[in-house]
């Protein structure tokens, strides 16, 4: 288990030695899923390069407030389970629970408006197989919402250590987080490939 | 009881959204009739985008403060990640 | 409880040394694995030229050509399949007796055979006599060849559902083990095998691009990320095999 020890040498809060957070295991697990997620990103840019203008007006029918609500509620999400790493570190539990339960909240607002936004688009006839931009979408999107699902369980599991004065420790805190904060980095990447740019 | 930490994160997250709402005037619905491709608004946004995951990569992800190691191989991964999607897009 | 013990020794030279080592057992069981793969390389890919598959768009012409050209390969290719096909058998039993170690209920154990027991049929046995019938007589009905090539290449991409399992399995045993036989890195691991699994459903609506079963993103990403997990776990049995005490009890 990595070293959990930050060296806070002053007010300024500088660490003196560098902290790996959480352990190399789950390290191996984030770069790999980037890994992953970069060869489905390449895929699909290649994809939208030889067919512009499908994807491009495909595209259009993407709700962008949609999207931008749910960027901004998956970032609000990374705040509350940052937070509660670093209350969690000063002994705060009963803070860093409930800021992991904001967190978790989050990502179920996250999964209903990706559900609303599915059924809506399905409703107006655009389904996985309607044309390759909403393959892709629906694909993407899909096994990034698989990834929001495990998220939810890992922040279980750290709320209900949390909860036990027996089973707390930061570096399992730290998991959680690193792997939450993957899945806001994943969608990051999905919103700017998808909904914005052109 | 607020540290620097727990101050920047909260910095860094209203950028993060400040961008994140920077997007919602580029995007393609915005514009009333079909979409047209456009290279300063797309150079536009993967360089937020870039920017974005960096954010969250050094400060959530507390990258900034790790090892050598992973510091140089989230920002290769960036690199390449960006890069090739701008590459693909341009050629 | 039963406890991993050497056979009774009767005499000095009743038995050659080479078969008292310790853990030869598991050794031996080892070695299938490497084996196995090499063969699984040499059969699904030179022979039978079912890896990376051949494409899901092409006319039924060009299908009843495919099993003309390959009906020799692919009938020795899927013939030796039979013979080896057991060692797949050996190595999920070596990989459910170092979950057994685990501090977890053997429950696991049973589940991941079960899995790849099930998923052995339509992964590979299937899929090998769909091909073996279109090669043994290549001058049926078109159409008839065509239904034996979708069935082949379906079943073998297709079937995910097994091996989600088998996958599953193992990540919560391996994240719930106290023991550490296996580590944590490889838990996550097959959490990317349940998402490229999941990502071969697709297999069933489209017959060309990266969802097809000859697609950039169902086979070739998906079989990228499987053959890296078998290099993990095939190093990981070795490196648990070899820190097991011989005398270690382990649950039945």
């Known amino acids: ?94 803070r860093a629970m409930r800021l992991t339960v904001g967190g978790g ?52 599991v750290v709320f209900f250590e949390l909860r036990n004065p027996k089973l707390r420790r930061v570096s399992m805190v730290e998991t959680g987080a690193t792997y939450w904060h993957m899945v806001d980095l994943l969608w990051v990447v999905i919103f700017a490939l998808m909904y914005v740019m052109r | 009881m607020t540290t620097t930490k727990a101050r920047a994160i909260t910095y860094v997250w209203i950028i993060l959204s400040a961008i994140t709402l920077v997007s919602w005037f580029l995007g393609p619905a915005r514009v009333a009739g079909p979409a047209v491709a456009s290279v300063p608004i797309t150079v536009a946004v993967l360089a937020m985008a870039f920017i974005k995951a960096r954010l969250i990569i050094g400060y959530f992800m507390e990258v900034r403060t790790a090892p050598a190691w992973l510091r140089l191989s989230t920002d290769a991964w960036l690199v390449v990640l960006w890069g090739a999607v701008l590459a693909i897009y341009l050629w | 409880m039963s406890a991993v013990s050497a056979a009774p020794v009767v005499t000095e030279n009743a038995r050659p040394a080479w078969t008292r080592r310790p853990k030869i057992d598991q050794w031996i069981c080892w070695w299938t694995i490497p084996i196995f793969y090499n063969l699984f390389g040499l059969i699904f890919v030179v022979l039978t030229r079912v890896m990376p598959p051949p494409r899901p768009d092409i006319t039924p012409e060009q299908i009843v050509a495919f099993f003309e050209t390959h009906s020799l390969t692919i009938r020795i290719g899927f013939a030796l399949l039979m013979f080896f096909i057991g060692f797949a058998s050996v190595a999920n039993g070596l990989i459910a007796l170092q979950i057994k170690r685990m501090s977890v209920s053997p429950v696991f154990a049973y589940a991941y055979i079960g899995a790849l027991v099930v998923g052995g049929l339509p992964g590979c046995l299937l899929p090998a006599f769909a091909f073996v019938a279109g090669a043994f007589r290549p001058d049926r009905d078109p159409q008839i060849m065509v239904m034996l090539y979708d069935w082949c290449l379906l079943s073998f991409v297709g079937s995910l559902g097994c091996f989600c399992t088998q996958n599953m399995v193992l990540a919560l045993a391996i994240f719930l083990d106290k023991n550490d036989i296996l580590p944590k890195w490889l838990a996550y691991m097959s959490i990317w095998m349940i998402v490229t699994e999941l990502l071969a459903s697709p297999v069933f609506i489209f017959k060309s691009g990266p969802l097809a079963w000859n697609g950039s993103i169902s086979f070739y990403v998906g079989t990228a990320v499987f053959v890296v997990w078998e290099f993990a776990i095939i190093r990981l049995l070795y490196v648990a095999i070899k820190n097991q005490s011989p005398t270690e009890q382990i649950q039945d």
Not at chain 1, 31 to 54: K, N, P
Not at chain 1, 126 to 152: E, K, P
């Open chain 1, 1 to 94: 288990m990595a070293n959990t020890q930050t060296a806070e040498v002053n007010a300024g809060g500088t660490t003196t030695r560098a902290h790996l957070p959480s352990n190399k295991d789950m390290w191996v697990f984030v770069l790999g899923d980037l890994v992953i997620f970069s060869s489905y990103f390449i895929i699909f840019e290649i994809y939208r390069h030889q067919q512009r203008q499908t994807f491009l007006s495909a595209q259009q029918h993407l709700s962008l407030s949609i999207g931008v609500v749910n960027t901004l509620v998956l970032l609000a999400s990374s705040w509350f389970v940052a937070q509660s790493v670093q209350l969690t570190r000063a002994g705060e539990y009963e």
């Open chain 1, 105 to 156: 909240l989050c990502g179920v607002v996250f999964i209903l408006l990706k559900a609303y936004e599915w059924s809506t688009k399905i409703g107006h006839g655009l389904t996985f197989g309607s044309n390759d931009f909403f393959m892709f979408y629906y694909m993407l999107t899909g096994v990034h919402l698989f990834h929001v699902a495990l998220g939810l369980v890992f922040l279980g």
